[in-house]
């Protein structure tokens, strides 16, 4: 796995700087860490950001009730609109101003191929990134615990007690459900 890797490398070097030094002269390697750097901005910014909010009561208060209500999905619209920024798809490698010459040349040029390389990994990364966000996120929005934050009137705290009891009583449902 990833920890043999890892110790071969150990194994192979005098230290970690020499480790560090291979890893910064490596071409594939700086690629990675620009996209990763690109990619995962937006996320970075928005747990920056939450860990700011996240000092005071009436900052958690906001949070989760922000949160109840979907605003984390404004984090993976930012992750998206990664592809739509010139600046930021250039850091990643991806050429945004094509000269003429470039623009000519045929699908299996080797610069073509490179930069469809770039861009559908970065596609991929990204798509990735927002699956997992997406699925660490919603709870936020429709899970029990979480929907406390929804307490704060009386309208919200009714709906949220149904919807409470109607997942209590699923979930004694499924625990005495002879299930496969």
């Given at each position: 796995g990833g920890g043999d890797v890892v110790?071969?490398?150990r194994s192979s070097t005098r230290n970690v700087v020499?480790?560090?030094t291979i890893l910064?002269?490596?071409a594939r390697q700086l690629f990675v860490q620009r996209l990763i750097e690109v990619?995962?901005?937006?996320?970075?910014?928005?747990?920056?950001?939450?860990?700011?909010?996240?000092?005071?009561?009436?900052?958690?208060r906001k949070f989760f009730t922000g949160m109840a209500q979907g605003s984390w999905v404004r984090s993976l619209y930012e992750t998206w609109e990664t592809l739509l920024k010139p600046s930021r798809l250039h850091v990643?490698?991806?050429?945004?101003?094509?000269?003429s010459n470039q623009l000519a040349l045929?699908?299996?040029?080797?610069?073509?191929?490179?930069q469809d390389e770039i861009a559908c990994t970065m596609v991929r990364l990204i798509l990735q990134l927002i699956r997992y966000r997406c699925k660490s996120c919603v709870l936020y929005t429709f899970a029990c615990p979480l929907n406390f934050g929804a307490f704060?009137?009386?309208?919200?705290r009714d709906i949220a007690l149904a919807d409470f009891a109607e997942c209590v009583q699923a979930w004694?449902?499924?625990l005495e459900a002879d299930l496969p």
């Open positions: 110790a071969s490398m020499h480790i560090a910064m002269c490596s990619v995962f901005r937006p996320v970075r910014d928005w747990q920056s950001w939450q860990a700011k909010t996240l000092r005071s009561a009436d900052g958690c990643a490698g991806v050429e945004v101003q094509l000269t045929s699908a299996d040029d080797a610069f073509v191929v490179e704060l009137d009386e309208r919200s004694e449902y499924a």
